[in-house]
């Protein structure tokens, strides 16, 4: 139980250091179809169905094509994305099939 002590400090030290349990995992990247977009947020519905909502930002949002970084401003509904989220905002969005 002396391992589980320690644990258990570890982890209330994050939390008041940073405001989060810090597991060594990265925030989980969406696939799926843009449902909205309006000029700070984005909804994402997966294929499951559930729908995800994320901040975004000109100045911190990058936009892909592929492998190449893009100037995109909106983006219509019924896009496929794949967002890669940090801290709950949209940091990358790669795009994967626009609607034709």
């Known amino acids: 139980m002396k391992g589980a002590g320690a644990y258990l400090v570890a982890v209330s030290l994050l939390v008041s250091v940073f405001g989060f349990a810090a597991t060594g995992f990265a925030e989980e990247e969406v696939v799926g179809s843009i449902v909205s977009m309006d000029k700070s947020h984005l909804t994402v519905e997966k294929k499951s169905g559930e729908k995800r909502r994320f901040g975004w ?44």
């Not at 000109?58 to 019924?78: A, D, E």
């Not at 896009?79 to 790669?94: E, S, Y």
């Open 57 to 100: 930002s000109r100045q911190n949002t990058r936009f892909f094509s592929g492998s190449m970084p893009v100037p995109v401003r909106h983006l219509v509904p019924h896009t496929k994305v794949r967002v890669a989220p940090k801290d709950g905002a949209a940091d990358a969005i790669f795009i994967l099939e626009a609607p034709k």
